[in-house]
């Protein structure tokens, strides 16, 4: 296969490079211990990253890719600003990845622990009272949300970009 039937195979749902020539920006994640990851990131892909001399993340589109620079849109400000951003000077790569029944769980079990220590809550328990509680709802309730978070922790990372996570510029062919 091409590597544009292979782009579009793996990422249907987002634009692919078509045409010879067309730049993508590449990180390439080399841990000391498993698998080797290339994460390829399009013109029209929304990104979020660190620079080196800000501490607050940055959020957008990419506009157009050049082979040591990328043109970002900034719209997590509220105003939208284009942006150039060098490739020595992306701090962090934040991504998210979609895990079936992980990411939504990530957003439903929250949700479902403080439905479940409100209902506990407002209706009557064991003791015939209202508007109380015990620890067992807390627990349970805690544990949902723990598990909510964790299924986040799964679901989206960040890659520092060093030595060995390297982000470049490639081109198609």
Known sequence: MSSEALFSKRRSYKSFPVNA???YLVLNKAPRIGKFRRYRFLIGDRISFRLKQDKKRFKGTILSISDSAFIVTNDSSGTIKHKEVKLGDVRVFKFYQRVPFVSE???Y???GG???IGADFFNKGMDGKRFTTDASA???GGVLMVTGLVCHKLSSGSIKVNDRNRLGVLTSY
């Open 21 to 23: 020539g067309e730049k």
């Open 105 to 107: 769980a990530a957003y």
């Open 138 to 140: 807390f627990i349970v």
């Open 114 to 116: 403080l439905l479940y």
């Open 109 to 111: 079990f929250p949700i």
